[in-house]
């Protein structure tokens, strides 16, 4: 029996430390993301320059040595390219989906090539059913499908959040804890404000 509980508290060690080492990789792979000082960004702003300098599409093993990126992981280099290359659509769509976070950049294009997917329709069936709807009342601004619920943020959500704007803004921490203080006060007065009125 201590067999089995030893066992049972050293996986329940490895999965905290596995949660931790994950939840790390997605900060770190975020704020890689949303910083144009990353090696990523950099790397690709690099690229980006060589293929027009040297007015290729793609660069081949000489260009690479000449340049000397040639010792690093080519799927690292496309994937720098790729992140240089999307860069504000990327940053808009993390911003615009603040639950998604990945613990790689492999992860994250995946994941955004998945969602941003242009949807093929199938034209041959709706060329079939053409017919005349002139005499039909027109449903334009009228939706039949009902709003999606946006999912509540935890307070944990929120904080990553805000840590994430005040580095891509470059705001120091000491800064925002001073307005955080400012606005919490204003808020109070308004409050008592409103209970004696």
Not at 120 to 130: A, K, R, W
């Amino acid at each position: 029996m201590t067999q089995l509980s030893t066992l049972q508290s050293i996986g329940a060690n490895l999965t905290k430390a596995y949660h931790k080492e994950q939840k790390s990789l997605r900060t770190k792979t975020t704020k890689m993301v949303f910083s144009t000082e990353s090696f990523e960004y950099q790397l690709g702003s690099l690229q980006s320059q060589i293929l027009t300098i040297e007015n290729v599409k793609i660069i081949s093993k000489a260009l690479a040595l000449k340049y000397g990126i040639n010792s690093i992981d080519k799927r690292r280099k496309s994937e720098a390219l790729w992140l240089f290359s999307n860069h504000s659509n990327i940053v808009t769509w993390l911003r615009q989906n603040p639950k998604k976070r990945f613990t790689s950049l492999s992860a994250l294009q995946k994941a955004y090539n998945f969602a941003n997917k242009p949807k093929q329709e199938d034209t041959s069936e709706e060329i079939l059913q053409i017919e005349d709807k002139s005499s039909e009342q027109s449903n334009v601004g009228h939706s039949e499908e009902k709003p999606k619920a946006k999912k509540k943020l935890t307070a944990s959500d929120v904080a990553f959040e805000t840590v994430l704007a005040l580095d891509t803004n470059g705001i120091s921490k000491e800064e925002f804890l001073v307005a955080l203080k400012e606005q919490l006060e204003l808020i109070e007065d308004n409050t008592k404000l409103d209970e004696v009125a």
